[in-house]
């Protein structure tokens, strides 16, 4: 029987975490577009003010994958939401439920924290995860359309006259 663990993160996964992330991005096509560090996740995660937070999945005793999550708001509900930006399990280590127990985990932290709201994103062509979302009960939102502002066009917005 496999053994599962959830945990928070420490500063001393920040390795791990990064190694997790670089592997997320490969995953998704996107190495180039990782500009973090090892010690820039350990700051934000793990500094005198972390704003995300990470949890570290095990498999018998080794690591496996890991999530990292934050809070937002609902004028609408008046509570807070807890919002996964990431989840990823190495492959060798997928099928065994550690996916499902991360999700699981950060469940019950949103229900026993009074979280109105669990939500995350989901590449549309990553169709292995959205049959797997599906199938824990999630729903994709399909009347919603995120935006972004980042890099020169952000900078460019916040400095207009």
């Not at 999530?67 to 996964?84: D, E, I, K, P, R």
């Not at 985990?105 to 669990?118: H, S, W």
């Not at 994709?140 to 006259?161: D, H, K, M």
Request: overall charge negative.
């Amino acid at each position: 029987m496999t053994n599962i663990a959830i945990r928070p993160g420490t500063r001393e996964d920040s390795a791990l975490i990064y190694h997790y992330v670089c592997e997320l991005a490969r995953y998704e096509k996107a190495s180039h577009e990782v500009a973090a560090s090892e010690q820039v996740l350990a700051e934000v995660l793990f500094g005198e003010r972390p704003r995300a937070y990470s949890l570290i999945c095990e498999i018998d005793n080794q690591p496996a994958g890991f999530a990292v999550y934050f809070y937002n708001f609902s004028t609408w509900l008046g509570q807070y939401g807890l919002f996964l930006e990431d989840l990823y399990v190495s492959p060798e280590y997928r099928g065994n439920g550690a996916g499902k127990a991360l999700l699981q985990y950060l469940a019950k932290q949103a229900v026993a924290e009074g979280c109105g709201r669990f939500e995350w994103n989901v590449l549309d062509w990553n169709e292995p995860s959205i049959q797997f979302y599906e199938s824990c009960g999630a729903v994709a939102q399909s009347e919603w359309v995120g935006y972004r502002l980042q890099g020169e066009a952000l900078t460019r917005f916040a400095t207009e006259g």
